[in-house]
């Protein structure tokens, strides 16, 4: 079992749509959670950064963690065209290390 | 300012040469670590240089290997290159400072097919 879990979809949702995509995870060491979208052929952008549980908002985007059912969430309100990509979670523990354990990545695609 | 920068950003080698591809941090930051992504297997954790030490590696063969220079920038290597070393490799930069709040940045990869 992987420590990370994704749906990798295609996820297909009209302009204007609230998308919702979530990640669970095994270990409960993980302390730092991120989300990254990678457009096709390009590195992953961070998106959002967040430490621990709560909700974290960003313009159209939001992350959500809950560390006591280990399961993380972006919503991205009124979606684009331009937001179809693929977004892949990321995590890690509270040490000094850089280690990142990702999931496989959520395809989004939003059409006009 | 400048994010992370990855050369060559394209390569094509043949089975058993070896390749070394090279990355610049943001500047500032003092952590590189490198990361493979194949479509049957994600993004998968190589190792993590931090002042010129490795402190971290995942779980590849030897054949992988990377240093870190004192100005922070990294390079990787494989030896003996299989077809399924192709990949696209990205380097991750970030401050690495003590209370592990670190936000951490990607390059945009180099993509290495092996014939």
């Known amino acids: 079992q992987k420590e990370v879990e994704q749906d990798p979809g295609p996820l297909s949702v009209p302009e204007g749509a609230i998308v919702s995509l979530n990640c669970t995870y095994s270990n409960s060491a993980f302390q730092y959670f991120m989300w990254y979208r990678q457009y096709s052929r390009k590195g992953p952008e961070l998106l959002m950064y967040t430490y621990s549980s709560g909700n974290k908002e960003d313009g159209r985007f939001t992350a959500q963690v809950d560390k006591s059912s280990k399961y993380i969430s972006l919503f991205i309100r009124d979606s684009q065209p331009s937001d179809s990509a693929t977004y892949l979670c990321?995590?890690?523990?509270?040490?000094?290390?850089?280690?990142?354990?990702f999931g496989t990545g959520t395809r989004l695609l939003v059409s006009p | 300012k400048a994010g992370v920068t990855q050369t060559p950003r394209y390569l094509i080698k043949t089975r058993g040469q070896q390749v070394t591809l090279s990355c610049s941090p943001i500047s500032g930051h003092r952590s590189v670590s490198w990361y493979q992504q194949t479509p049957g297997q994600g993004l998968q954790f190589l190792f993590e240089?931090?002042?010129?030490?490795?402190?971290n590696k995942g779980n590849f063969p030897g054949r992988f290997s990377g240093r870190q220079f004192s100005n922070s920038r990294s390079e990787m290597n494989v030896s003996t290159l299989e077809l399924g070393d192709s990949a696209l490799y990205l380097c991750?930069?970030?401050?690495?400072?003590?209370?592990?709040?670190?936000?951490?940045?990607f390059g945009e990869g180099s993509w290495l097919t092996v014939v």
């Open positions: 991750a930069s970030s401050l690495a400072r003590l209370d592990s709040g670190n936000t951490i940045y």
């Open positions: 990321a995590m890690r523990r509270s040490t000094g290390f850089q280690k990142l354990v």
């Open positions: 240089y931090f002042s010129e030490t490795q402190r």
